[in-house]
């Protein structure tokens, strides 16, 4: 199983953008989706998730009724729509994936893709 992040880049404070994560491989209906971020100098941190087989979604509290994650219909690609964004929502975003449901806002994913920089200026 492959994930490949994109859709980072510079938006001014109060803009949006568009992350995607796409799974390459067998995954099974109790996959999740977690999305992590790490600022310069700081430890990485859950954002949100999302569990295939329910559709349940996760968020942590300084993104809640900023960002929405969800799924494209027929591909295992996971969006996370980011309005509002805040300078402090700057940094690199990572996308995991893992088998058995979501773990809670610990990083115990199998799979992870490579970073994509989300940069808000001010």
């Known amino acids: 199983v492959q994930l490949q992040a994109s859709g980072g880049g510079l938006v001014q404070a109060g803009g949006s953008l568009r992350l995607s994560c796409a799974t390459f491989?067998?995954?099974?209906?109790?996959?999740?989706v977690g999305w992590f971020r790490q600022a310069p100098g700081k430890e990485r941190e859950f954002v949100a998730a999302?569990?295939?087989?329910?559709?349940?979604?996760y968020y942590a509290d300084s993104v809640k009724g900023r960002f929405t994650i969800s799924k494209h219909n027929l591909k295992n690609t996971v969006y996370l729509q980011m309005n509002s964004l805040k300078p402090e929502d700057t940094g690199v975003y990572y996308c995991a994936g893992r088998d058995g449901g979501w773990p809670g806002v610990g990083d115990e994913y199998d799979f992870w893709g490579q970073g994509t920089l989300v940069t808000v200026s001010s």
């Open positions: 491989g067998r995954v099974f209906s109790s996959y999740a």
């Open positions: 999302f569990v295939f087989s329910d559709t349940t979604t």
